[in-house]
């Protein structure tokens, strides 16, 4: 299995940590579905692009993107200038201009996790609606 935080090594801001829980959640062999959010890194070469892209779009920001909400420019970013090793979780809608991004924010990968499975539950929920 490849070591899916080590896809971030070359994107970190000196001092930042990943927090242990989203650590242990990516060690995991299989993910679970939180369909419509979906993990970068699932594929390397989507970290390497949203890492990019983002760097590029909002400079003056030290994000690290590791979530998007499917088939939307919507992503969620860990606070890369954070070094407790706890860092908030930043709704981000990405492409849009720098100083409208931003979506708001979870303190936290734990409490980001606990609403990604709450709107997970909820969009399977109206997609078997809409197919009854």
């Not at 908030?88 to 936290?108: I, L, P, Q």
Request: proline share 4%; net charge negative.
């Amino acid at each position: 299995m490849i070591n899916r935080v080590m896809m971030y090594q070359n994107f970190l801001y000196s001092g930042f940590s990943f927090p242990d829980s989203f650590v242990k959640y990516l060690s995991q062999m299989e993910l679970e579905d939180i369909e419509p959010w979906w993990f970068f890194c699932c594929a390397s070469n989507y970290v390497d692009f949203w890492c990019e892209k983002v760097r590029d779009i909002y400079p003056e920001r030290r994000l690290i993107p590791f979530a998007n909400w499917r088939y939307s420019d919507d992503i969620v970013c860990f606070d890369g200038a954070d070094i407790s090793g706890n860092p908030k979780v930043y709704y981000v809608h990405a492409f849009a201009s720098a100083g409208w991004e931003d979506r708001g924010y979870t303190d936290n990968f734990d409490e980001w996790l606990k609403m990604a499975r709450l709107e997970s539950a909820h969009h399977k929920a109206e997609l078997e609606e809409n197919q009854e």
